[in-house]
């Protein structure tokens, strides 16, 4: 299948994304002005512009946007605050649906903000994070289990970014219900990858190699595979491609080489909207993740978390003739 071929597809799909969304506040300060406080002392930060974007299980409902899927809803939690507000706003002017949210008073919008030099363009500062870490209220879950049990899409994408341990969307009984889903499930767990069952499991090497050794005190993937009755494990190695474990074995799916890549943030989240999307096309799962490192390619050269549209994927070069 070409790639033309995937891409006119996509439209026809209906995808759910699950887990941790938050809200990206890019904020650009001016050294110029950091003025020192008249009470403290202390110099300010001078912000003079700010640019919001989804974020997280955001990042890649961005990337199946302007990868043309057909229909996406964003299924976690928000804060009843004006990061939730700026948070729907962003994902509905993406053509996100908002409408499986669950707000939770209290609980702040999980908010990253990052501090971008106006003379450099550079972010040099600590980046300031608004956190829940206190374990999902029993009502939100019941709400996010209840939700995810109607749910009835060609593709589900699994967002588990907290890396806390306590304040994830993606609890135990968030993940039981997953595990009864009949839709392609892809899933993205940076601590928690070796908990999920019968799902197609994408971690990167690093994710991988510190799962399988809590899961088998030693690094074996086909082992892994076959004990969590994956349907795939994909682990990607930046450049380099992606290791695609099956239960018929191991291939490698390779990636064009990117000399001086402009930001790889967002990186394995633009991998996971496109690859989950060509894998419900194509049923390859080798074709689908060499189509993830061919976009991915493509949005490492564009600063923040970029996304990659269907005429720069088509004019973006392949490995192989398709």
Same mark, same amino acid.
């Given at each position: 299948m070409t790639t033309a071929d995937l891409l006119a597809a996509f439209p026809a799909l209906r995808v759910l994304v699950v887990g941790d969304v938050c809200l990206d506040r890019w904020c650009t300060y001016d050294p110029a002005l950091a003025d020192p406080s008249r009470e403290t002392g202390?110099?300010?930060?001078?912000?003079? /512009? +700010? *640019?919001v974007t989804p974020g997280a299980a955001g990042t890649i409902a961005n990337n199946l946007a302007a990868l043309g899927a057909g229909h996406i809803d964003v299924l976690g939690m928000i804060g009843d605050d004006g990061f939730g507000h700026e948070l729907r706003r962003a994902l509905g002017a993406r053509r996100i649906s908002t409408d499986l949210l669950v707000e939770s008073p209290g609980v702040p919008t999980f908010t990253y903000t990052k501090l971008i030099n106006s003379t450099t363009g550079e972010e040099d500062l600590p980046r300031v994070d608004f956190v829940y870490t206190r374990p999902l209220h029993e009502s939100v879950e019941r709400e996010i289990v209840a939700r995810l049990a109607g749910a009835r899409y060609d593709v589900v994408l699994v967002s588990d970014q907290a890396e806390t341990e306590q304040g994830g969307v993606v609890t135990a009984a968030v993940r039981a219900q997953i595990e009864r889903l009949d839709s392609l499930v892809w899933v993205d767990s940076r601590l928690r990858a *070796? &908990?999920?069952r019968g799902?197609? &499991?994408?971690?990167? =090497? =690093? *994710? /991988?190699? /510190?799962a399988s050794q809590r899961l088998l005190g030693r690094v074996d993937y086909a082992e892994w595979r076959g004990r969590a009755a994956l349907r795939a494990l994909i682990v990607t190695h930046g450049g380099k491609g992606a290791l695609v474990v099956e239960?018929?074995? +191991?291939?490698? /799916?390779e990636a064009r080489p990117v000399e001086k890549p402009v930001d790889i943030c967002g990186a394995g989240d633009s991998f996971s909207a496109a690859a989950s999307m060509a894998l419900k096309v194509t049923g390859n799962a080798v074709q689908a993740a060499e189509f993830g490192n061919k976009v991915a390619g493509i949005t490492i050269m564009k600063k923040g978390t970029g996304t990659a549209s269907p005429s720069e994927v088509l004019a973006a070069p392949s490995v192989r003739n398709r």
């Open positions: 202390i110099p300010r930060i001078g912000v003079i /512009a +700010t *640019e *070796e &908990l999920f799902v197609v &499991l994408k971690p990167n =090497h =690093h *994710e /991988a190699e /510190a239960e018929s074995g +191991t291939r490698w /799916a």
